[in-house]
């Protein structure tokens, strides 16, 4: 018989338990609640995103537990942000090399790999501004919902 394999979210709790077990953190059901919330979104949600969602299964969360919580997620090298620092700062458990296509007009956030994307160079003139440890690239557009209706209102992005 053969075996199935592990999908993306049960791959990054896997490596979660690792690092965390490697670094010794305990893993609390409520930090595992918030990580797994967020592995298996696809929405690249932000704290009061998950917050709510992790809410509705452990009424005890705090947003400052989802906080905290997903700092020491990015400190441990496990989830990264992205998006504008004036916006809420949104969160992606995704450590696989990839892209985001962002929606101008409702917020939706996707993954797309690219090899075309992965083959372009850091100009020298940003690596003479600093050291480079990550680069991806963000495509703003309109996304397929918002291009069939131009006269949708534009939703909240909770």
Aim: hydrophobic share 40%.
């Amino acid at each position: 018989m053969r075996r199935a394999e592990p999908s993306a979210a049960d791959r990054r709790l896997e490596r979660l338990r690792t690092i965390a077990r490697e670094a010794g953190l305990k893993l609390t059901h409520q930090r595992l609640e918030v990580f797994r919330e967020l592995a298996a979104s696809e929405e690249h949600p932000d704290a009061e995103r998950i917050f709510r969602a992790v809410q509705q299964r452990v009424p005890t969360v705090s947003l400052d537990t989802v906080y905290r919580t997903l700092w020491m997620l990015h400190d441990l090298g496990l989830v990264r942000t992205l998006g504008p620092k004036g916006e809420a700062l949104r969160f992606d458990a995704n450590l696989d090399r990839h892209h985001h296509f962002c929606c101008v007009r409702c917020g939706l956030v996707r993954d797309f790999e690219s090899a075309e994307l992965d083959a372009l160079r850091v100009p020298a003139a940003v690596e003479r501004l600093g050291r480079v440890v990550d680069a991806h690239v963000e495509v703003r557009g309109l996304c397929a919902t918002c291009e069939r209706d131009p006269e949708k209102n534009v939703p909240s992005r909770s």
